[in-house]
């Protein structure tokens, strides 16, 4: 049972050896599963061998292993020492070696003699998956690189590779000396070689040596596979791995972000010049010539190279993208100075002109053909030849016609650079965004696209065969519907959809590698993609303002008169459409922003009829809600009044399934109220003690009294004037009344007892923080975290069913509750329920406040 691909000889002798010949041989016995049997037709010619399992010194402790060798039904025995097993090699039974440890010496004996092992979790695995024993000729301890074909490149030291080799066989990986197609991984120690230059154009994953290393810490992990994704993920070689940086002819900003970007992704950046340097990165439309000349080692590349490695995810080979030098001015002024003087200089140049001229006339009557107009080529009952001077109505007209198809261009330009190659399969370093972030970021471009190319083509054929009378409007209104049906989706969702790509750029270096190489295009005009993305909410505009520029020029007896006035209309309910649906869009993100921000908000906050009116921050006067001088936040809304409280203790950031991490929530649930609650709003007067308070009085449907709660404005906008209005006007919609303003009271603070003067005083702080410790004492005190009225009423009850008074112990316990919230005994100005207040200094009361009782 020799192997001839073991990486270490009796004699211990390291032979690196290619393990593909064997390893094919064993590809082919089961080209699904090594963990299968042998083919059907070897079973039915060879006579089965029972296997039998040795459990070798502590694998024959593993109660989970001697449960999954029952499972499958599979004999064992437990042994110390090889001896007491005699001969091994029984032409009766296939005998396998369970062994805990592959750094043990008896592992060391049972490979010399050229035996099966294996490790726990492979037996643990074929239990779990229902599976034999595998056939391996190698020691296999688990299956964590099962079908992995591994090659090697950039490493020196052979004791290294022997080791790494060895443990991806042990994980059952399998080794390729050469690079072929078959090559799952390369496991790469430097980014030159022709290796890498291979796998990185096949897209293969690269990965450093430490990725083996960590997976062999997780060989007791059943369910642990190393091509995992994001485990592999954590081990890959950077794109400028052994690269050193510089970087001439760049902005200062764009230089500081180069440089960023080079060490992120695993390089260094030296200054122009350094000797040490390995790459210098050239801006090609300011730099014609090098201030030096450059060593032989030294490659000279584009800027290009440098964004589309960091997109690839990989290093990109040089040759594509090298720096070219411009000609000399001592060349050029030769050859100016030659072409000059020869005999036929005065022809070259008239004929020059004569081609200019020319093109400058094609330039100026497209869209028609450059060359040979239709009604030239082939005249046409339906086609005019055109006058020299045409209509200002048709000068207009062609405007349109041109600004029409330049869109058109701005839009292919967009889905052919940008989110054509970002859905592509396949691409090299994986996915660049996910696709939702594509579907965010264009929404329905592709749409637009297709109803302004029809548009474009309607428009041609009108200026090809231009009449007078032609209709200009009807291609406008003959496309109305489907412009209202795609626009809306894009508009109302462009602000996400900029966020996105300003988000994505920031968390994905290869998202900006991939906007920075298609930036510099010709196509996209050195413009971003933010920018083209706004022309679809520019352009609906832009033609109402060119039709009405063409209403102007056409005679009040054309036809199109009033179609054209039709066609602008049509727009306009477009347009108005728009604002209304990205109206009520924000509103709705409103609406989850507060969800997402509010602690404990009730599910039944949202609604389709509701919408955020505004939002208030505050200080409580009083102890009704919350604690007097704590932060409170009023969401006013159409029909109801959210409630919340700073949180003293801010939960964990949440998470959506698309990985998009929320603030944590800052506010906690109060209570949610129905505007029609509110019976009063009081206008607090302005005083030395008192600035910008105001108080609502309110009757919640489970109280038979009027409460009062008083807030403090602690922001200038809006003013409380507005907002007392906003607020009773949203009241009185609620309650359907028309005489908002009759809902504003006027009063004193001495009236209502709010005071504000002290809410920032070292006091006030100090009664606040005692209050709060307070709280958490009686709670920690207490038995069941319930309130004292709520224990007390329980005691009560079970007293009364007994029949005899509380026992000493319930005493107690109600004193020990009395004594511990003393401690919030600290006098501080609270509110009392109305009716007392005004019992108490009715005859302070101005003829207003009266009608509060």
């Not at 990725?211 to 954590?234: M, S, T």
């Not at 350094?274 to 000279?300: A, I, M």
């Not at 839009?411 to 054509?420: E, R």
């Not at 359907?736 to 920032?760: F, H």
């Amino acid at each position: 049972m020799a192997d001839s691909s073991t990486l270490v000889s009796e004699t211990g002798r390291s032979l690196l050896a290619d393990s593909s010949v064997l390893d094919s041989k064993i590809i082919e016995t089961s080209k699904e599963n090594v963990f299968r049997a042998t083919v059907l037709d070897v079973e039915e010619e060879m006579p089965q061998i029972e296997t039998r399992v040795v459990l070798v010194q502590e694998a024959g402790k593993h109660e989970e292993l001697l449960k999954a060798l029952e499972e499958i039904k599979t004999p064992y025995i437990k042994t110390d020492t090889i001896e007491e097993l005699g001969d091994s090699d029984s032409p009766e039974f296939e005998t396998i070696f369970v062994v805990s440890d592959f750094q043990a010496p008896i592992f060391s004996n049972l490979c010399r003699a050229d035996c099966r092992v294996i490790g726990p979790p492979v037996v643990l695995h074929c239990a779990q998956k229902g599976e034999p024993l595998p056939f391996s000729c190698r020691p296999l301890y688990c299956a964590s690189m099962l079908n992995l074909v591994l090659c090697f490149t950039g490493f020196r030291k052979k004791d290294e590779l022997v080791k790494l080799v060895t443990l991806v066989h042990h994980m059952g990986g399998i080794i390729r000396r050469d690079f072929s197609s078959k090559v799952t991984h390369l496991v790469a120690n430097s980014t030159h070689g022709d290796k890498f230059r291979i796998a990185v154009s096949l897209g293969v994953p690269i990965v450093k040596a430490e990725w083996i290393y960590k997976a062999w810490e997780k060989r007791n992990e059943i369910d642990f596979c190393a091509a995992d994704d994001d485990f592999r993920n954590q081990f890959k070689v950077p794109p400028f791995q052994d690269c050193m940086l510089s970087f001439l002819g760049f902005s200062d900003d764009e230089k500081a972000n180069m440089e960023e970007m080079t060490e992120m992704q695993g390089g260094h950046y030296l200054p122009v010049g350094d000797e040490r340097c390995t790459h210098l990165v050239v801006e090609e439309s300011t730099v014609k010539d090098l201030p030096f000349e450059p060593l032989k080692k030294l490659y000279v590349v584009k800027q290009e190279w440098f964004w589309g490695s960091i997109q690839m995810d990989a290093r990109a080979g040089e040759s594509m993208y090298l720096f070219e030098k411009s000609e000399s001015p001592d060349f050029k002024k030769s050859v100016s100075l030659l072409s000059l003087s020869t005999p036929n200089s005065n022809r070259k140049r008239r004929r020059l002109k004569e081609t200019l001229a020319q093109l400058t006339r094609e330039t100026d009557m497209s869209p028609f053909p450059p060359e040979t107009p239709k009604s030239c080529a082939r005249p046409s009952k339906n086609s005019t030849p055109l006058p020299l001077k045409q209509s200002a109505r048709w000068q207009v007209a062609k405007e349109l016609y041109q600004t029409e198809s330049n869109y058109v261009d701005i839009l292919t330009t967009i889905i052919q650079l940008f989110q054509v190659p970002l859905e592509k399969e396949g691409q090299l370093g994986g996915p660049i965004l996910a696709q939702e972030e594509i579907k965010t970021i264009f929404g329905s471009i592709p749409d637009i696209l297709d109803v302004h190319t029809k548009i474009k083509e309607d428009l041609e054929d009108l200026m090809i065969n231009w009449t007078e009378s032609k209709s200009i409007g009807d291609i406008i209104l003959k496309y109305s519907k489907d412009l209202l049906k795609t626009y809306p989706p894009f508009v109302n969702f462009f602000e996400m959809s900029k966020e996105t790509i300003t988000r994505c750029e920031k968390q994905k270096p290869r998202f900006h590698a991939f906007l920075k190489i298609n930036q510099a295009k010709p196509e996209c005009g050195r413009q971003s993609l933010a920018e083209l993305l706004i022309r679809p909410v520019q352009r609906l505009p832009s033609v109402a303002l060119l039709l009405n520029d063409i209403k102007k020029h056409t005679a009040e007896e054309n036809p199109d008169k009033i179609t054209l006035e039709r066609a602008i209309e049509s727009l306009k309910e477009v347009m108005t459409h728009i604002n209304e649906d990205k109206r009520k869009t924000e509103a709705q993100r409103q609406f989850f922003d507060v969800v997402y921000e509010v602690d404990g908000c009730p599910a039944n906050l949202l609604s389709s009829h509701r919408s955020l009116v505004q939002r208030l921050e505050t200080v409580a006067l009083g102890d009704d809600l919350c604690d007097r001088g704590e932060q409170v936040t009023l969401f006013l809304f159409n029909d109801c009044l959210e409630i919340a409280r700073k949180r003293h203790k801010v939960i964990g950031a949440f998470k959506s399934p698309h990985g998009h991490t929320r603030p944590p929530a800052s506010l906690k649930h109060v209570v949610l109220m129905p505007l029609s609650q509110i019976k009063k709003v009081l206008d607090i007067r302005e005083t030395e003690d008192c600035q910008k308070a105001f108080a609502l009085v309110v009757r919640p449907p489970t109280e038979l009294n009027n409460k009062l709660l008083s807030f403090q404005m602690t922001t200038e906008d809006p003013c409380k004037e507005d907002w007392l209005k906003m607020l009773c006007r949203h009241v009185a919609n609620t309650i359907c009344k028309a005489d908002a303003e009759n809902l504003i009271y006027i009063a004193d603070p001495d009236s209502v007892e709010v005071n504000t003067k002290d809410m920032d005083s070292t006091l006030s702080r100090a009664s606040r923080a005692i209050k709060k410790t307070s709280k958490k004492v009686t709670r920690a005190f207490s038995f069941s975290k319930t309130p004292k009225r709520a224990l007390r009423r329980a005691l009560m009850s079970h007293s009364a069913t007994e029949g005899r008074s509380p026992s000493s112990n319930e005493s107690f316990l109600g004193s020990r509750l009395s004594s511990t919230s003393s401690l919030a005994s600290v006098p501080s100005p609270s509110l009392v329920s109305l009716p007392s207040i005004f019992e108490r200094r009715s005859h302070t009361l101005s003829r207003s406040t009266t009608h509060l009782i």
